[in-house]
């Protein structure tokens, strides 16, 4: 006979915030050796909305320390636990709008340059026709960006 307990499913992280996450290491791992410093960490953290103090960061990095590791060093498999616990905490709409504004920036769109530089950053190669064609495909006011009503539309139904 089964308990009478309900089954509460466990929280899960979408593929693409699992993706982001790793591509946000790869981007601040500046010297590619598959771990953040300190300085990395806290860059990267920033990078997916999840800023996190300085005494927090060290005593992260010390929990995970063990032999093979450099010193106030934290490899992704430690470093993707850690982040995607705290994505799965955080606000939805808050997480949309930290999203948009680590792509736009200080402006209030997503235009074709930064669409660029993103794609460069994380190291997608992709054309400047197929950049304009995600402008076009997307933008609903037809003002040549995105603005953060057509992104939140976007994440939502995980187009990206």
Same mark, same amino acid.
């Given at each position: 006979?089964?308990?009478?307990?309900?089954i509460?499913?466990?929280?899960? &992280? *979408? $593929?693409?915030k699992? +993706?982001?996450i790793a591509?946000?290491?790869?981007?601040?791992?500046? #010297?590619?050796d598959?771990?953040?410093?300190y300085?990395?960490?806290?860059?990267?953290?920033?990078?997916?909305?999840?800023?996190?103090?300085?005494?927090?960061?060290?005593?992260?990095?010390?929990?995970y320390?063990?032999?093979?590791?450099?010193?106030?060093?934290?490899?992704f498999?430690?470093?993707?636990?850690? &982040? *995607? $616990?705290?994505l799965? +905490?955080k606000?939805?709409?808050e997480?949309?709008?930290?999203?948009? #504004?680590?792509?736009?920036?200080d402006?209030?769109?997503?235009?074709?340059?930064?669409?660029?530089?993103?794609?460069?950053?994380i190291?997608?190669?992709v054309s400047?026709?197929?950049?304009?064609?995600?402008?076009?495909?997307?933008?609903?006011?037809?003002?040549g960006k995105?603005?953060?009503?057509?992104?939140? &539309?976007?994440?939502?139904?995980?187009?990206?």
């Amino acid at each position: 006979m089964m308990p009478n307990k309900q089954i509460v499913p466990k929280k899960c &992280l *979408s $593929e693409q915030k699992k +993706k982001l996450i790793a591509e946000v290491f790869q981007v601040f791992d500046t #010297n590619g050796d598959g771990q953040l410093t300190y300085v990395e960490f806290k860059s990267a953290s920033k990078a997916l909305g999840c800023p996190t103090k300085k005494a927090d960061i060290l005593k992260i990095i010390k929990s995970y320390q063990r032999t093979g590791i450099k010193e106030n060093c934290i490899e992704f498999c430690d470093f993707y636990d850690v &982040l *995607s $616990e705290k994505l799965m +905490k955080k606000d939805p709409q808050e997480s949309l709008n930290e999203a948009f #504004n680590l792509f736009a920036g200080d402006k209030d769109y997503i235009d074709f340059d930064t669409l660029k530089t993103i794609a460069g950053v994380i190291g997608e190669d992709v054309s400047d026709s197929e950049l304009a064609d995600m402008i076009k495909e997307f933008d609903l006011d037809q003002d040549g960006k995105i603005n953060r009503e057509e992104f939140a &539309l976007i994440m939502k139904n995980n187009i990206i």
